[in-house]
């Protein structure tokens, strides 16, 4: 088993910041790719950000340049930092890891409210 313990997430106003993490523990031998999805409304999930075990990472286009993520390896955890919040980035958030023998988990979701 594992588990995926998500944070950070809450209400803020536009323009503010939030910090996510997701530490994963139990049944992990061998991480690979960490990402962050989310979920609005009505809409399907989509992949905000994705981190590969060397550091390389991808954005959305509507993120780039205002959210960061990053991952401490040795916590088994992802992070993603999220500058300049706006409405539009009203979501659930989710994390997901993938584990190179044990396949790929998801978190339980942490709800961020960007307020105009």
């Known amino acids: 088993q594992v588990q995926l313990v998500e944070s950070g997430g809450g209400l803020v106003q536009s323009g503010g910041s939030l910090r996510l993490s997701c530490a994963a523990s139990?049944?992990?031998?061998?991480?690979?790719?960490m990402a962050w999805y989310r979920q609005a409304p009505g809409e399907q999930r989509e992949l905000v950000a994705a981190i590969s075990e060397g550091g390389s990472t991808n954005y959305a286009d509507s993120v780039k340049g205002r959210f960061a993520i990053s991952r401490d390896n040795a916590k088994n955890t992802v992070y993603l930092q999220m500058n300049s919040l706006k409405p539009e980035d009203t979501a659930i958030y989710y994390c997901?890891?993938?584990?190179?023998?044990?396949?790929?988990?998801w978190g339980q979701g942490t709800q961020v409210t960007v307020s105009s």
């Open positions: 139990g049944r992990i031998l061998s991480l690979s790719t």
């Open positions: 997901k890891i993938r584990d190179r023998i044990f396949g790929t988990y």
